[in-house]
């Protein structure tokens, strides 16, 4: 299948869904390919998580723990 960048612009879903449908869709800009959009598999997908990361572990600065009241104190100080 070929599509303009134009028409792609405006069918962008409809071009997608030909795509998850397996076919390839080549998108010219004034008659020269671009762009290829291609149906993708399982091996296409990374085998590592692509969400949200969970925890982070910081390291230990060996600071003080302060209350609220105390770091809104301090802050009080540093700012105008």
Known sequence: ??????????KSSQILAA?????????TKNGVAVARVVPIN????PPYPTGPMGEIP????????????EIEETLKGLGA
């Open 42 to 45: 399982e091996e296409d997908v």
């Open 1 to 10: 299948m070929e599509t303009t960048a134009r028409e792609f612009n405006q």
């Open 19 to 27: 795509a998850a449908r397996g076919e390839s869709i080549t998108v």
């Open 58 to 69: 910081l390291p230990d600065l060996d600071l003080p723990d302060l209350t609220n009241d």
